[in-house]
């Protein structure tokens, strides 16, 4: 669906979803992780995205974090995109699509254990057609797309700390949930990092000011992250876009939590999205109008110089 311009104060009323399951009275589940190894790799050929992101993170010495991934190409590509009320959940996926020779613009994955399975991964990426006419993205199965040409990846790597797919009570979706909480631990350079699991109909750039208010966090960077959202309003250089879709799948969240000069947190996160047509669309989250769909899964890193998060933005928005 089209997303539809207006301005700010025409936005309706963010759209929250009532999911079947009981509600789960915490809305935001965290771990402070003890050690991030973060490295790049490539992703080899012939491989499925799957067991190659999994097998990247093994040799980094753990097997759960975040990864953003960008270039290179599927032989086989199979996705689906999100939709409206479905098998009795209040957003499901549309329908399975099964595609060739396709290149990846850019991509974000989260992986670790799985209840079902040894492990997991939660990838939504954007990929075009091998001549160029079809841009689209989506949630991809990550075991059915094999890998033709190597793919840039930039693995986050938890050490100390794991995260498993379970089925949610909640939304009735398989989803990562944090296992373990590891003792406090601090760097020199980044301070404190987290893996932050945000609930259905949180707000989300509410929610991470929150998190960093209650946490003593003055300022962060949002890393590698991804998620889904109902009806989101963007913003991007002064227009204001509504997204129709429920169950809109971020591809990406990048951005950082300030502390400005009223000493109040402001979240600024960048997102990339595809409806369910797996149109994309791009812009800065309005805050009171990102309502979290079925999950979001945010890699957050304390920064103790501000200025890295200035020039940081500055860098972000140049490229769009």
Do not use: W
Not at 61 to 76: H, L, M, P, R
Not at 136 to 154: K, N, R, T, V, Y
């Amino acid at each position: 669906m089209p997303a539809v311009k207006m301005a700010r104060a025409d936005l309706p009323k963010a759209y929250h979803m009532k999911h079947p399951g009981p509600l789960n009275s915490t809305r935001i589940d965290y771990v402070e992780i003890p050690e991030v190894v973060s490295d790049h790799v490539i992703l080899p050929v012939g491989k499925n995205l799957h067991d190659a992101v999994i097998e990247a993170a093994k040799n980094l010495g753990g097997e759960c974090g975040t990864a953003s991934i960008n270039g290179g190409e599927f032989s086989k590509t199979r996705f689906t995109t999100g939709g409206p009320a479905r098998e009795g959940k209040s957003a499901n996926y549309t329908f399975i699509r099964d595609l060739a020779d396709k290149q990846i613009l850019m991509g974000t994955c989260s992986f670790g254990f799985a209840e079902d399975a040894p492990h997991f991964v939660h990838c939504h990426a954007r990929f075009v057609s091998s001549n160029q006419s079809t841009e689209m993205g989506g949630h991809l199965f990550a075991p059915d797309c094999i890998i033709s040409e190597p793919i840039s990846a930039q693995m986050n790597v938890f050490i100390g700390a794991s995260i498993t797919k379970r089925a949610s009570e909640e939304t009735l979706h398989a989803i990562f949930e944090i296992d373990k909480h590891a003792p406090p631990q601090i760097s020199d350079e980044f301070g404190r990092e987290y893996f932050i699991r945000v609930h259905p109909n949180e707000d989300l750039p509410i929610a991470l000011e929150n998190f960093c208010k209650e946490h003593g966090i003055e300022n962060a960077i949002i890393g590698a992250s991804l998620g889904s959202l109902n009806a989101p309003a963007l913003s991007m250089r002064g227009d204001i876009q509504k997204v129709s879709s429920v169950g809109t799948e971020a591809i990406s969240f990048n951005g950082e939590v300030m502390l400005n000069e009223n000493g109040k947190h402001t979240a600024s996160i960048l997102t990339n999205l595809v409806d369910e047509a797996g149109t994309e669309f791009c812009g800065y989250l309005i805050k009171g109008h990102a309502p979290i769909c079925i999950t979001a899964e945010i890699y957050l890193m304390e920064v103790k110089d501000p200025s890295v998060l200035a020039t940081m933005r500055q860098v972000r928005d140049a490229s769009y």
